[in-house]
């Protein structure tokens, strides 16, 4: 039989505490000792090797229940952090978020894509001068995460499929010069419902359906994004919702996302999305009338993804940042199409009204650290 070294016990109890401490948000020693089965001193002593490399400390006391008040002990948010690019076809957006998957600060500038070095150098420009703002310590900086319009294989370092912008085979090496830390890339919707379910600390399958200038979204159980076979997983911007209908930009018909994208909606205010939903709001009445055609597509695919997967579906994207005052109206439409259910409260709004595709991709180096302490 295998026996564990005193070595790799203290290593193990390290990382089995402070992933109690970081799930649970705060725990006391006897929590601890009762969770993971392990005696008062181990915990002591590791707790103590935790604060020593500043990654928990002491938030206070819990009520007593009689006797002596139990310490609490939390992580430390800022004892790591993570950079998230999002790359759009004409926008570049910088987040830099903690373990707490907290926005530090974050950079949203216009800026087109080009597949050249000129575009490349003035990304790395941007992250330099964004990291140098904040005045981190870089060592703490577990890595960067790209996220894009794109299917990213499994390698995490190889685009699959891009049309929204175009990408040569060899995107990731031809990054590389721009920066020093580790980088992955991620799919945008995939990236954007990691993020949401992390926030909302989903542990049961939740659909995300990504609304911007492209529709995908991201099927996630127990915090886990399922890619599929292929990789290819939740693309639902192209599943059809009208036979033969409008030219979707992949060259079929009748796709979601030629009925649902933002462009939808903002290619009646000159691109202007916000603009929309401010006219929207006023009353205006041709707008209502194309809001409510939108809503008619939309809670038809709503409905499609609840008699699928039957788990609950977080509307975001640009429009989904737009979304929580017209709710009830999609829920509404999404009842009339659905024989088993007489409400829709499965549908939700995102908690992550910008920037949720960095995040998420950011959070992939928050995970890593966490399941490798």
Same mark, same amino acid.
């Given at each position: 039989?295998?026996?564990?070294?005193?070595?790799?016990?203290?290593?193990?109890?390290?990382?089995?505490?402070?992933?109690?401490?970081?799930?649970?948000?705060?725990?006391?020693?006897?929590?601890?000792?009762?969770?993971?089965?392990?005696?008062?001193?181990?915990?002591?002593?590791?707790?103590?090797?935790?604060?020593?490399?500043?990654?928990?400390?002491?938030?206070?006391?819990?009520?007593?229940?009689?006797?002596?008040?139990?310490?609490?002990?939390?992580?430390?948010?800022?004892?790591?952090?993570?950079?998230?690019?999002?790359?759009?076809?004409?926008?570049?957006?910088?987040?830099?978020?903690?373990?707490?998957?907290?926005?530090? *600060?974050?950079? #949203?500038?216009?800026?087109?894509?080009?597949?050249?070095? %000129?575009?490349? $150098?003035?990304? /790395? @420009?941007? =992250?330099?001068?964004?990291?140098?703002?904040?005045?981190? *310590?870089?060592? #703490?900086?577990?890595?960067?995460?790209?996220?894009?319009? %794109?299917?990213? $294989?499994?390698? /995490? @370092?190889? =685009?699959?499929?891009?049309?929204?912008?175009?990408?040569?085979?060899?995107?990731?090496?031809?990054?590389?010069?721009?920066?020093?830390?580790?980088?992955?890339?991620?799919?945008?919707?995939?990236?954007?419902?990691?993020?949401?379910?992390?926030?909302?600390?989903?542990?049961?399958?939740?659909?995300?359906?990504?609304?911007?200038?492209?529709?995908?979204?991201?099927?996630?159980?127990?915090?886990?994004?399922?890619?599929?076979?292929?990789?290819?997983?939740?693309?639902?911007?192209?599943?059809?919702?009208?036979?033969?209908?409008?030219?979707?930009?992949?060259?079929?018909?009748?796709?979601?996302?030629?009925?649902?994208?933002?462009?939808?909606?903002?290619?009646?205010?000159?691109?202007?999305?916000?603009?929309?939903?401010?006219?929207?709001?006023?009353?205006?009445?041709?707008?209502?009338?194309?809001?409510?055609?939108?809503?008619?597509?939309?809670?038809?695919?709503?409905?499609?993804?609840?008699?699928?997967?039957?788990?609950?579906?977080?509307?975001?994207?640009?429009?989904?940042?737009?979304?929580?005052?017209?709710?009830?109206?999609?829920?509404?439409?999404?009842?009339?199409?659905?024989?088993?259910?007489?409400?829709?409260?499965?549908?939700?709004?995102?908690?992550?009204?910008?920037?949720?595709?960095?995040?998420?991709?950011?959070?992939?180096?928050?995970?890593?650290?966490?399941?490798?302490?």
């Amino acid at each position: 039989m295998f026996l564990l070294s005193e070595e790799n016990i203290k290593t193990r109890d390290f990382g089995n505490i402070y992933r109690l401490i970081y799930e649970k948000k705060q725990c006391s020693r006897q929590q601890i000792a009762e969770e993971l089965g392990i005696s008062l001193p181990t915990i002591t002593h590791n707790l103590a090797l935790l604060k020593e490399q500043e990654l928990i400390y002491t938030s206070g006391t819990f009520n007593s229940t009689g006797g002596r008040k139990a310490n609490m002990f939390r992580c430390v948010p800022n004892a790591r952090y993570a950079l998230g690019i999002d790359i759009t076809r004409n926008h570049l957006s910088i987040v830099l978020i903690n373990l707490n998957l907290d926005i530090i *600060d974050s950079e #949203r500038t216009r800026c087109a894509f080009e597949d050249t070095s %000129a575009y490349y $150098e003035n990304l /790395q @420009k941007k =992250v330099e001068q964004f990291l140098n703002n904040q005045n981190l *310590d870089t060592d #703490r900086l577990l890595g960067i995460g790209i996220s894009l319009p %794109a299917i990213i $294989e499994s390698d /995490q @370092k190889t =685009v699959f499929y891009a049309t929204v912008i175009s990408l040569l085979g060899n995107f990731y090496e031809r990054i590389s010069s721009c920066f020093p830390y580790p980088y992955l890339l991620f799919n945008d919707a995939s990236s954007a419902g990691l993020a949401e379910s992390w926030h909302a600390n989903f542990d049961r399958p939740m659909l995300y359906l990504s609304l911007s200038n492209s529709v995908g979204g991201a099927f996630l159980n127990n915090g886990k994004i399922f890619p599929g076979a292929n990789s290819h997983s939740s693309e639902f911007g192209h599943m059809c919702i009208v036979p033969h209908g409008k030219k979707c930009y992949c060259g079929c018909y009748g796709c979601l996302d030629a009925y649902c994208c933002a462009k939808v909606l903002s290619d009646f205010t000159g691109g202007n999305l916000a603009e929309f939903f401010k006219e929207l709001s006023s009353g205006n009445p041709g707008y209502r009338r194309v809001f409510d055609d939108y809503l008619d597509y939309l809670a038809i695919a709503v409905n499609n993804l609840r008699m699928c997967y039957d788990c609950d579906v977080i509307i975001g994207g640009t429009v989904g940042s737009f979304m929580s005052d017209y709710l009830k109206d999609l829920r509404q439409k999404a009842i009339k199409l659905n024989p088993f259910e007489k409400s829709g409260n499965y549908i939700l709004c995102c908690h992550y009204r910008t920037e949720a595709s960095a995040v998420g991709a950011a959070a992939h180096y928050v995970d890593k650290f966490i399941k490798g302490m």
